[in-house]
């Protein structure tokens, strides 16, 4: 479903509309749009025509997309099994340091080509890293420190304290999930402070006024990280 989810997404941000202008053309609920951009719903085959109709989605695409969430999941299945048996492996003492280095190129493999279809896990990279090659974590779950921000129509992180300060460019759109909504104002105290944050990135939501180096949305954990 995540899959179909990042299609519909991809869709709706090629055409310029916010999941308001979706949810209203099709009069649905807003979070019901959410829903199936972020893989916990799936809309019915009626809906998947009026949302193919409004988007310009072609047939092709859903198919396409269908198949490719299968053979991820088929593939994922194995690497999961494969990493568990190394990390056995790796505890046990029996393949020394190998173990580490295959461990952390299947943790890349899965979770950095395909990981958002396999697993709910995220990956760590850095801010630099993330801005300087968004293509590689695209449409991936991620985790991230980063100096939070989140007042109105301002939802962002920063490299650090310095460039939040100055107001730089360097800044990633913040879309807090549902389960974190309703401690919005809560998490307000940490703006300004180092935060750890985790959510699926997506190199072509720009966010606000489209004034950022992409965009986490379907966030999940935002906390305060102490050095």
């Not at 007042?151 to 389960?179: C, M, P, Q, R």
């Not at 997506?202 to 966030?219: E, I, R, T």
């Amino acid at each position: 479903m995540r899959c179909m989810g990042k299609l519909i997404r991809s869709y709706r941000v090629k055409k310029q509309m916010t999941v308001h202008d979706v949810a209203a053309a099709l009069g649905v609920n807003e979070r019901l749009v959410t829903k199936w951009e972020t893989g916990r719903a799936m809309p019915d085959a009626p809906m998947i025509e009026q949302i193919s109709t409004l988007l310009e989605i072609p047939t092709g695409a859903w198919i396409s997309t269908t198949m490719h969430g299968l053979q991820c999941q088929r593939r994922s299945l194995l690497i999961t099994v494969l990493a568990l048996l190394l990390a056995v492996l790796l505890a046990l003492g029996g393949i020394g340091m190998y173990a580490r280095q295959i461990l952390e190129r299947m943790e890349y493999v899965l979770y950095g080509s395909f990981g958002s279809l396999a697993s709910n896990y995220a990956v760590s990279v850095s801010m630099t890293e993330l801005i300087a090659t968004p293509e590689r974590y695209h449409g991936v779950r991620v985790r991230l420190i980063a100096v939070g921000n989140l007042e109105f129509e301002g939802n962002y992180i920063s490299t650090d304290k310095e460039a939040w300060e100055n107001h730089t460019t360097d800044k990633i759109w913040v879309e807090l999930g549902e389960e974190l909504q309703p401690y919005y104002e809560e998490l307000q105290r940490y703006n300004g402070e180092y935060v750890i944050i985790e959510g699926m990135f997506d190199m072509y939501d720009k966010g606000h006024f489209a004034m950022f180096q992409g965009a986490l949305y379907d966030v999940d954990r935002y906390e305060l990280w102490n050095l």
